[in-house]
């Protein structure tokens, strides 16, 4: 590729870049969706490309761009996306298929935390709420310095611990996530729709 394509490549990729941090994932779509077809090869590419998509609810598009992801890079880094996708589309097995590959890859601590939850949301999905509280009480619970990864772990846990009816749990992982973040998701209106645990 000649040096200036690559230029111009790389502002076009900067400008989709600040789009999709600034959530305007429309007009990232609008500067990335040529340059997806055009550099079939470029990871960058199609790993913003792929993310965006993703971003739209576009599961199937996003799907396919982050495997062509994965193939061009061998990396796991995007696979619990990857899984979310496939979540959304039903396509359980293959969250599961993802998660086991990327536990065996050893990735690090916040792509392992995001592949956990999303294999343990394939787990409730498919009714198996105790086997997805098994999974998630198996991560990082009590991090010295608490990321966003953690505070996800955190409530997608209390949310289960809610929906098998084990109240006193489940307040007490909203409100460790409440403590950190307060205003993190609804994580107030679920302290308050579970009450005290006196009352």
């Known amino acids: 590729m ?16 600040e789009d999709f941090l600034a959530e305007r994932f ?35 598009a996003a799907s396919h761009r982050l495997e062509h992801y994965e193939t061009l890079t061998r990396s796991v880094d995007q696979l619990p996306v990857l899984a979310d996708c496939y979540r959304a589309l039903g396509r359980l097995n293959d969250v599961h298929e993802v998660w086991d590959r990327l536990r065996h890859a050893d990735p690090d601590a916040q792509t392992m935390t995001e592949g956990r939850i999303v294999a343990a949301g394939a787990l409730a999905d498919e009714g198996r709420p105790r086997d997805a509280i098994r999974l998630l009480e198996a991560g ?5 310095r608490p990321g966003e990864h953690h505070l996800r772990l955190w409530y997608a846990l209390a949310d289960l611990y809610d929906r098998v009816g084990d109240l006193q749990r489940a307040r007490r992982g909203f409100a460790r996530v409440a403590d950190v973040e307060p205003g993190f998701v609804d994580v107030h209106d679920r302290l308050a729709a579970l009450g005290t645990a006196d009352g």
């Open 26 to 60: 429309g007009d990232a779509l609008s500067i990335l969706r040529p340059l997806a077809s055009r550099y079939a090869a470029v990871a960058e590419v199609q790993e913003l490309y792929g993310l965006t998509l993703y971003r739209l609810g576009r599961w199937t």
């Open 2 to 17: 000649p040096t200036s394509e690559q230029e111009r490549l790389a502002r076009r990729l900067r400008d989709a870049g």
């Open 140 to 144: 990082p619970l009590r991090p010295k």
